[in-house]
T-cell receptor, first 115, second 109 residues
Framework: EAGVTQFPSHSVIEKGQTVTLRCDPI?????LYWYRRVMGKEIKFLLH????????ESGMPNNRFLAERTGGTYSTLKVQPAELEDSGVYFC?????????????FGPGTRLTVL | DQQVKQNSPSLSVQEGRISILNCDYT??????FLWYKKYPAEGPTFLIS?????DKNEDGRFTVFLNKSAKHLSLHIVPSQPGDSAVYFC????????FGAGTILRVKS
């Protein structure tokens, strides 16, 4: 069974440009999460989808970030326009159940560098 | 406001010895805790968990201890192996997963 996949693995863009990250969860997992880790710091929650609906987007930094999950399958996270402080590793995770007690399976992450 | 803290950025241990990784939390509403392990260029993978109704959970070489009164948990790895070298994240369950900053473990052979 394929795990969580993310594309691209790395992205280097200039300040002001737009970047779109993609996450494909494990098949059958209704719950999809986005997290971000800034260099050496904690992994921070961004948002949680249940199927195509945003269950919790309290961790989204600002309105330059837009997450979508059309059809309840893969998800995209768009940053527009990107700023220097958006650099970090963006992880996607998926789980079967909704509660935090259900194991979340993480993708390998997308390393975003904004110059 | 960091609710889960891992105050040791790194730890170096000799192969065969015990590794002890520590984690402190501030929110008394957390009732379930997890440890994740992360290798370079990979995502975190679940390692072991503990419910707040327990004070110890063991899985092979890995044991997690929880001290609720001190709001402290620790992960013990015995014996440590070179393949255990990774970043270890402590996480707590509230209405979402809250992670610490991680501890880099290096096991020297």
């Amino acid at each position: 069974e394929a795990g969580v996949t993310q594309f691209p693995s790395h992205s280097v863009i200039e300040k002001g440009q737009t970047v779109t990250l993609r996450c494909d969860p494990i098949s059958g997992h209704d719950n999809l999460y986005w997290y971000r880790r800034v260099m050496g710091k904690e992994i921070k929650f961004l948002l949680h989808f249940v199927k195509e609906s945003k269950q919790d987007e309290s961790g989204m930094p600002n309105n330059r970030f837009l997450a979508e999950r059309t059809g309840g399958t893969y998800s995209t996270l768009k940053v527009q326009p990107a700023e220097l402080e958006d650099s970090g590793v963006y992880f996607c995770a998926s789980s079967l159940g909704t509660s935090g007690y259900n194991e979340q399976f993480f993708g390998p992450g997308t390393r975003l560098t904004v110059l | 406001d960091q609710q889960v803290k891992q105050n040791s950025p790194s730890l170096s241990v000799q192969e065969g010895r015990i590794s002890i990784l520590n984690c402190d939390y501030t929110n008394s509403m957390f009732d379930y805790f997890l440890w994740y392990k992360k290798y370079p260029a990979e995502g975190p993978t679940f390692l072991i968990s503990i419910s707040s109704i327990k004070d110890k959970n063991e899985d092979g070489r890995f044991t997690v201890f929880l001290n609720k009164s001190a709001k402290h948990l620790s992960l013990h790895i015995v014996p440590s192996q070179p393949g255990d070298s990774a970043v270890y994240f402590c996480a707590a369950v509230g209405n979402k997963l809250v992670f610490g900053a991680g501890t880099i473990l290096r096991v020297k052979s």
